[in-house]
C-alpha cells in the first residue's frame, strides 16, 4: 500500500509540474496564424468612425464622417435573438439612448425605432440619431474605394453576420480585419473566415484596457510574457495583437519580441496626433470631440470613467508567473523524492532482511543455533551416562 501510494504522488506530481511548465513556457515564442510583421500595414482605424461628425457607431460618423471622409472606420457589433446586428458597443441602451435595457434583449424593431440621444457623455450634437442596422452600413462603406473596416467583435453571435456582410458586399479594402478581446471569439472567427473563402482577413485579439480587472490576479503583463491568449490550442487564430497605449510605454520590449516571431501589433486609446509616438502596424484612433462626462479622455461604455493606468502594481507584474514557476519546481521535486523512493524500495534490500537471508543460508538462525546446541549438549551427557 505504501508503495502505491508513493507511485501515485509521483504521478501526479509529474503531470501537474510538467503541465505548469508547458503553460508557463511552451508559447513564449509562438508565432501568429500567419506572417503578419512587414506585411501587413500601418494603417489607422478611427475608433466608432468620426465621432466629431456624429455620434458613434451611427451611419452619419462611420460613412459620411469616416469612409467619405477617407478614413478607416472601427465598428462595434452587437448580434441580436433573431439573427440580425447593429451598431453598438455598450451592453446596456441606457449611455446612448437614456433607456434601461440589455441591447441583445431588444428586437431590430425596437432598436431601430429607439432614438439616440442628442447628449452623450456631457456632449451636445445638437440632434438625436439613430441605431444603426449592421448589412447596409457595411455595403455603405464598401462602396468606397481603398476603404476598409475594422470589425470589434465582443460575442461568438457576431461572427456570422459579420463574415456574411464581408462575403455579400464584396469589400475590396485590403486591411479589413476582425479584432476581439475574447479568446474564443478569434478560434471561431478563424474557422467562420477560412470556410466562407475570407482567409486573408487578419484577426486582431487586444487585450482589454488597464485596470478593467480583466485578467484577475495575473494581469496583462502574465499574459504578454506568455502569449497563452493568443497561442493556446482553442485561442489561436490570430495574426495582430493589440494593446493600450500605457502598456507600449512600458513594455517595448516585450512587444518587440513579438514583432520578431511575426506578429503584427496595435495600439490603442491615442489621439490622431499621437500615432508618430508609437511604431506598430494598426492604429485605433479617437477622433472625437472633449466629452465633459469623461476627464480622462477616450469614449464612454457602460462603465464609470476611471483612468487606464499600466503602472498600477497587478497588470504590470509577473509575481504569479514566478510563483507558478516555483510551484512546478516544487511539484517537480516531489516527482524526483518520490522516484527516488520507489527505486529504494523496488531495487534496494533492507540491510536487516540482507543478513537475515544471508544467516538462512548459512544455518545460522537462532532456533536452528539452539537445537544444535542442545544436541550437542544431549551427546556429551549420554556419553557420561556410559562412562559411569
Request: net charge negative; glycine share 8%.
Given at each position: 500500500?505504501?508503495?502505491?501510494?508513493?507511485?501515485?504522488?509521483?504521478?501526479?506530481?509529474?503531470?501537474?509540474?510538467?503541465?505548469?511548465?508547458?503553460?508557463?513556457?511552451?508559447?513564449?515564442?509562438?508565432?501568429?496564424?500567419?506572417?503578419?510583421?512587414?506585411?501587413?500595414?500601418?494603417?489607422?482605424?478611427?475608433?466608432?468612425?468620426?465621432?466629431?461628425?456624429?455620434?458613434?457607431?451611427?451611419?452619419?460618423?462611420?460613412?459620411?464622417?469616416?469612409?467619405?471622409?477617407?478614413?478607416?472606420?472601427?465598428?462595434?457589433?452587437?448580434?441580436?435573438?433573431?439573427?440580425?446586428?447593429?451598431?453598438?458597443?455598450?451592453?446596456?441602451?441606457?449611455?446612448?439612448?437614456?433607456?434601461?435595457?440589455?441591447?441583445?434583449?431588444?428586437?431590430?424593431?425596437?432598436?431601430?425605432?429607439?432614438?439616440?440621444?442628442?447628449?452623450?457623455?456631457?456632449?451636445?450634437?445638437?440632434?438625436?440619431?439613430?441605431?444603426?442596422?449592421?448589412?447596409?452600413?457595411?455595403?455603405?462603406?464598401?462602396?468606397?474605394?481603398?476603404?476598409?473596416?475594422?470589425?470589434?467583435?465582443?460575442?461568438?453571435?457576431?461572427?456570422?453576420?459579420?463574415?456574411?456582410?464581408?462575403?455579400?458586399?464584396?469589400?475590396?479594402?485590403?486591411?479589413?480585419?476582425?479584432?476581439?478581446?475574447?479568446?474564443n471569439v478569434v478560434a471561431a472567427a478563424r474557422t467562420a473566415l477560412d470556410k466562407a473563402?475570407?482567409?486573408?482577413?487578419?484577426?486582431?485579439?487586444?487585450?482589454?484596457?488597464?485596470?478593467?480587472?480583466?485578467?484577475?490576479?495575473?494581469?496583462?503583463?502574465?499574459?504578454?510574457?506568455?502569449?497563452?491568449?493568443?497561442?493556446?490550442?482553442?485561442?489561436?487564430?490570430?495574426?495582430?495583437?493589440?494593446?493600450?497605449?500605457?502598456?507600449?510605454?512600458?513594455?517595448?520590449?516585450?512587444?518587440?519580441?513579438?514583432?520578431?516571431?511575426?506578429?503584427?501589433?496595435?495600439?490603442?486609446?491615442?489621439?490622431?496626433?499621437?500615432?508618430g509616438n508609437y511604431d506598430v502596424d494598426v492604429y485605433i484612433v479617437d477622433e472625437g470631440?472633449?466629452?465633459?462626462d469623461l476627464p480622462y479622455g477616450g469614449l464612454g461604455d457602460d462603465n464609470e470613467p476611471?483612468?487606464?493606468?499600466?503602472?498600477?502594481?497587478?497588470?504590470?507584474?509577473?509575481?504569479?508567473?514566478?510563483?507558478?514557476?516555483?510551484?512546478?519546481?516544487?511539484?517537480?521535486?516531489?516527482?524526483?523524492?518520490?522516484?527516488?523512493?520507489?527505486?529504494?524500495?523496488?531495487?534496494?534490500?533492507?540491510?536487516?532482511?540482507?543478513?537475515?537471508?544471508?544467516?538462512?543460508?548459512?544455518?545460522?538462525?537462532?532456533?536452528?543455533?539452539?537445537?544444535?546446541?542442545?544436541?550437542?549438549?544431549?551427546?556429551?551427557?549420554?556419553?557420561?551416562?556410559?562412562?559411569?
Amino acid at each position: 500500500i505504501c508503495t502505491i501510494i508513493i507511485l501515485l504522488v509521483a504521478l501526479v506530481s509529474l503531470a501537474l509540474g510538467a503541465a505548469l511548465f508547458g503553460l508557463l513556457f511552451a508559447f513564449q515564442g509562438a508565432g501568429p496564424n500567419k506572417e503578419c510583421a512587414g506585411s501587413f500595414g500601418p494603417v489607422t482605424y478611427v475608433h466608432r468612425g468620426n465621432v466629431n461628425f456624429a455620434q458613434e457607431n451611427t451611419f452619419d460618423a462611420v460613412v459620411d464622417g469616416a469612409a467619405l471622409q477617407g478614413m478607416n472606420p472601427e465598428i462595434d457589433i452587437t448580434a441580436l435573438s433573431d439573427g440580425s446586428a447593429v451598431l453598438f458597443h455598450d451592453k446596456s441602451l441606457k449611455r446612448i439612448t437614456g433607456v434601461d435595457k440589455l441591447v441583445e434583449d431588444a428586437t431590430l424593431e425596437e432598436l431601430l425605432s429607439t432614438p439616440i440621444s442628442a447628449v452623450i457623455d456631457g456632449y451636445d450634437y445638437g440632434s438625436t440619431n439613430n441605431i444603426t442596422e449592421f448589412l447596409p452600413v457595411v455595403k455603405a462603406i464598401c462602396a468606397v474605394e481603398d476603404i476598409s473596416i475594422n470589425f470589434d467583435l465582443k460575442m461568438t453571435e457576431a461572427i456570422d453576420p459579420v463574415v456574411d456582410a464581408l462575403v455579400a458586399s464584396d469589400c475590396t479594402g485590403e486591411s479589413n480585419i476582425i479584432t476581439t478581446p475574447r479568446p474564443n471569439v478569434v478560434a471561431a472567427a478563424r474557422t467562420a473566415l477560412d470556410k466562407a473563402g475570407k482567409e486573408d482577413v487578419r484577426i486582431g485579439a487586444y487585450f482589454a484596457p488597464p485596470g478593467s480587472g480583466e485578467y484577475y490576479f495575473l494581469g496583462i503583463k502574465f499574459f504578454l510574457q506568455t502569449r497563452l491568449l493568443h497561442a493556446l490550442p482553442g485561442f489561436s487564430g490570430s495574426d495582430i495583437f493589440e494593446f493600450h497605449a500605457s502598456v507600449y510605454e512600458h513594455e517595448k520590449e516585450l512587444i518587440q519580441k513579438w514583432r520578431d516571431d511575426g506578429w503584427c501589433t496595435g495600439v490603442y486609446g491615442i489621439k490622431p496626433e499621437d500615432v508618430g509616438n508609437y511604431d506598430v502596424d494598426v492604429y485605433i484612433v479617437d477622433e472625437g470631440p472633449s466629452f465633459p462626462d469623461l476627464p480622462y479622455g477616450g469614449l464612454g461604455d457602460d462603465n464609470e470613467p476611471e483612468p487606464f493606468e499600466y503602472k498600477n502594481g497587478q497588470d504590470d507584474s509577473l509575481l504569479f508567473y514566478y510563483i507558478f514557476i516555483a510551484v512546478a519546481g516544487v511539484l517537480m521535486l516531489i516527482f524526483l523524492i518520490c522516484f527516488v523512493l520507489l527505486i529504494r524500495r523496488c531495487c534496494c534490500k533492507p540491510k536487516d532482511k540482507e543478513d537475515k537471508e544471508g544467516k538462512e543460508e548459512k544455518g545460522e538462525y537462532e532456533d536452528g543455533k539452539s537445537v544444535e546446541i542442545d544436541s550437542v549438549s544431549a551427546s556429551d551427557s549420554e556419553a557420561s551416562f556410559m562412562d559411569m
